[in-house]
T-cell receptor, first 112, second 116 residues
């Protein structure tokens, strides 16, 4: 049973436009949500996180939105840059648990 | 500050052999987690150690084991290797994100295991 789902395996956007990556979850116990970016031959790199008591968190070009009633979160990247091309993983955890449950990732390609 | 260091970066084994992977966390981080990444399954949690004790374990067979030493360094071992064990094995140490309160994992570059 996949508790964190990223239904789009890939996304292609033009440089300067907005990239929107989506993630759905099923486990109501999840209360922290994180986004990671991964380049080939490297480990995932943390981007941004949000707790379930918030519905939005911003950090520079990255904004994460959380809709608890829909069990849905999204990552917005504005403006998108070619260097943002990577696989993006959504992850979730319950309480102070250090275990993260990951989605299968979305490959973002930003075209110059 | 040095990041998470994993060794070896690449290795090739044959079915039935065993393998040991090593991880040095960021200095001061006491929690170390291990994940397996495969193309079909994404990142899957193996186990997490804190102060030399296993606190969490994922749904992997007993062939997968790990340990943590007093200096927080960790090793994982896979015995009786199978073809399906070919994967990128990622180690991570953790910190708390002050903005959200989330436990953020910082990953190493991984150990790429190929089983022939």
């Amino acid at each position: 049973d996949q508790q964190v789902k990223q239904n789009s395996p890939s996304l292609s956007v033009q440089e300067g436009r907005i990239s929107i990556l989506n993630c759905d979850y099923t486990n109501s116990m999840f209360d922290y949500f994180l986004w990671y970016k991964k380049y080939p031959a490297e480990g995932p790199t943390f981007l941004i996180s949000i707790s379930s008591i918030k519905d939005k968190n911003e950090d520079g070009r990255f904004t994460v939105f959380l809709n608890k009633s829909a069990k849905h979160l999204s990552l917005h990247i504005v403006p998108s840059q070619p260097g943002d091309s990577a696989v993006y993983f959504c992850a979730a955890s319950a309480g102070s648990n250090y275990k993260l449950t990951f989605g299968k990732g979305t490959l973002l390609t930003v075209n110059p | 500050k040095a990041g998470v260091t994993q060794t070896p970066r690449y290795l090739i084994k044959t079915r039935g052999q065993q393998v040991t992977l090593s991880c040095s966390p960021i200095s001061g981080h006491r929690s170390v987690s291990w994940y397996q990444q495969t193309p079909g399954q994404g990142l899957q949690f193996l186990f997490e150690y804190f102060s030399e004790t296993q606190r969490n374990k994922g749904n992997f067979p007993g062939r997968f084991s790990g340990r943590q030493f007093s200096n927080s360094r960790s090793e994982m071992n896979v015995s009786t290797l199978e073809l399906g064990d070919s994967a990128l094995y990622l180690c991570a140490s953790s910190r708390n994100d002050q903005r959200s309160g989330a436990n953020v994992l910082t990953f190493g570059a991984g150990s790429r295991l190929t089983v022939l």
